[in-house]
């Protein structure tokens, strides 16, 4: 399909468990990232990537560990999850700086 | 220490209302983002701005780059555009975003 995708789409998972969330995109778009989403706190961005190879820090990046070894993918993994990590976590990607973002379905991740 | 404030934080119109959402930033940017996520939680970009203003259908959105603002304006609404309004700043290599405003349009 094309487009970009998120994996799973809802998940549950325990306390210091790791867990990772994937993101395609179709495009070849140069630029990808990734957000959380919590009530009071809008959009953060948690870490992004300008290109394969390339990543770098967002606002929030901390327990969180990202890779980008191909252009079409960025996983995002919570080595020992928290449950201050439960959130709704979209990916989105982005073919250059000055243009519109296309964000994923999203990820709603429980951590008990 | 919030980077992007936006203005009303809930806002419930009549169908067919001119409807304007407010964003104002406090860093400096070189691009503004609208976005609009839907009851069902999906995000959707309406536009991307770096000066001046941009018309997509009823939707229009201006900023002023001197005065750290941005307003995002819907001619003749209808109940399809409830849904939650986002404003985003980029400012060097982050991005920062608003609360949203939660517009509900009644018919």
């Known amino acids: 399909d094309a487009g970009i995708t998120q994996s799973p789409r809802y998940k549950i998972t325990e306390t210091g468990r790791q867990v990772t969330l994937m993101c395609h995109q179709t495009?070849?778009?140069?630029?990808m990232f990734w957000y959380r989403q919590d009530l009071g706190h809008g959009l953060r961005l948690i870490y992004y990537s300008a290109a394969a190879d390339i990543t770098d820090k967002g606002e929030v990046p901390d327990g969180y560990v990202v890779s980008r070894s191909k252009t079409e993918n960025f996983p995002l993994t919570l080595e020992s999850a928290t449950r201050s990590q439960t959130s709704v976590y979209f990916c989105?990607?982005?073919?250059?700086?000055?243009?519109?973002?296309?964000f994923g379905p999203g990820t709603r991740l429980t951590v008990t | 220490k919030n980077e992007v404030e936006q203005s009303p934080q809930n806002l419930t119109a009549q169908e067919g209302e001119f409807i304007t959402i407010n964003c104002s930033y406090s860093v400096g940017i070189s691009a503004l983002h609208w976005l609009q996520q839907h009851p069902g939680g999906g995000i959707v970009s309406l536009f991307m701005?770096?000066?001046g203003k941009k018309k997509h259908g009823r939707l229009i959105a201006t900023i002023n780059i001197q005065e750290k603002h941005s307003s995002l304006h819907i001619t003749a609404s209808h109940p399809r555009d409830s849904a939650v309004y986002i404003c985003a700043v980029k400012s060097g290599n982050q991005f920062y975003f608003g609360t949203g405003t939660s517009l509900t349009v009644i018919p």
């Open positions: 495009w070849s778009h140069s630029y």
């Open positions: 701005l770096s000066s």
């Open positions: 989105a990607s982005q073919t250059g700086w000055e243009y519109e973002q296309y």
